[in-house]
């Protein structure tokens, strides 16, 4: 079993940056490809961006290509995703899935661990 828990959410005007934090526990020893996905209200969850495991491959959707840039740091069991530039359809639940595969997913019901979201709200 993976915990995944979510932080640096929050409220922030168009244009400026978050960045957001996902931090694993468990069986973290194994390699996992990690994805970050967002719910906006009434929408379906979409794919954001994903990371292998060494962090040489990455994903991203093309509505976030160029503005955010996902990381992860092994050592700490963390993922990261930086977002600039942000626009107010950023808005939505963001979380972050795990799947203990070396096959950078795209799709979330490939992700078999998730955590309970972390909510960003881009004002205009």
């Known amino acids: 079993q993976v915990q995944l828990v979510e932080s640096g959410g929050g409220l922030v005007q168009a244009g400026g940056s978050l960045r957001l934090s996902c931090a694993a526990s468990?069986?973290?020893?194994?390699?996992?490809?990690m994805g970050w996905f967002r719910q906006a209200p009434g929408k379906e969850r979409e794919f954001v961006g994903a990371?292998?495991?060494?962090?040489?491959?990455?994903y991203y959707a093309d509505s976030v290509k160029g503005r955010f840039t996902i990381s992860r740091d092994n050592a700490k069991s963390t993922v990261y995703l930086q977002m600039n530039s942000l626009k107010p359809e950023d808005t939505a639940v963001y979380y972050c899935?795990?799947?203990?595969?070396?096959?950078?997913?795209?799709?979330?019901?490939?992700?078999?661990?998730w955590g309970q979201g972390t909510q960003v709200t881009v004002s205009s």
């Open positions: 468990g069986r973290t020893f194994r390699p996992y490809t």
């Open positions: 990371i292998g495991w060494s962090g040489s491959v990455t």
């Open positions: 899935a795990a799947d203990p595969s070396v096959v950078v997913f795209r799709v979330a019901y490939e992700y078999d661990y």
